[in-house]
């Protein structure tokens, strides 16, 4: 399974798009969270590889990853674990440039593809700066996919559109993540944005946190990724039915909508 001829089947289909996000190796039962959200209706999740130093990420989501971290989590165990994983949704992985380049390209790309990871997205790796690690991961047939900021120019964003793979993921809002109590009109600029220069598939994400908010950002996008309201409800205690009732109520929100 390939995550943008999966993207694009779904929505040729008539289906706005969901991938919530999961801090992987967050508790001993993170593989049931990944089960549950494929069960609610996910199209395809995005597994976080915890570092130490999250940049882009909120209070949210580096307090996952220092939790992942505190009990024994490593970008090896993570992947492992996701080698066989019975799910029928594709995945990919989201980590920080500083695992990858410790690994070594070559070898972290085949670690991927060995355990049937789809895809990567590395944040703070420019499009422009992919060389050793975009060939390596074309060759093992991991799609890179690309991020997309506000403040991209025209130009450059044709580019990254161009060269993203599985889908532009299209930020929807300047800042780290962390849920946000309203969506932006700066969001919805994005995915128009996106959506106008590419037929790639385009999700926003960033700030994205309830189902109304979805639905909105959905309107001028294929569709959403959605991550520090599902892992906060972990951090609280919730395991998978809970992951799974919040991915059902979004995926019921999204589907509603359409």
Known sequence: ???ESH?????????????PYVTGGLGAGWRDVLRAVAAAGADAIEVGIPFS????DGKTIQEASQRALEIGATPDAIIADLRGIDIDIPIAVMTYYNPVFHAGHERFASALADAGVDAAIIPDLPFDELDGWGDAADRARVETVLLAAPTTPEE???LICERSRGFVYAVALMGVTG????????????????????DRPVLLGVGISTPEQAVQAAGA??????????VRRLL???????????????????????
């Not at 694009?8 to 991938?19: D, I, Q, S």
């Not at 130093?53 to 882009?56: A, G, I, L, Q, Y």
């Not at 600029?189 to 106008?196: A, E």
């Not at 609280?236 to 359409?258: H, K, M, N, Y």
């Open 1 to 3: 399974m390939k995550l």
């Open 7 to 19: 993207l694009r089947e779904r929505r040729e289909a008539g289906h706005k798009l969901l991938v």
């Open 53 to 56: 130093d999250p940049v882009m």
């Open 156 to 158: 450059r964003l044709r």
């Open 179 to 198: 849920e946000r109590a309203n969506l932006p009109e700066q969001a919805l600029t994005m995915g128009r944005r996106c959506s106008k220069v590419t």
């Open 221 to 230: 996008a294929d569709g959403v990724v959605v991550g520090s309201a599902l």
């Open 236 to 258: 609280q205690g919730g395991g998978p039915d809970e992951a799974g009732a919040f991915v059902a109520g979004l995926r019921a929100a999204l589907d509603a909508a359409t």
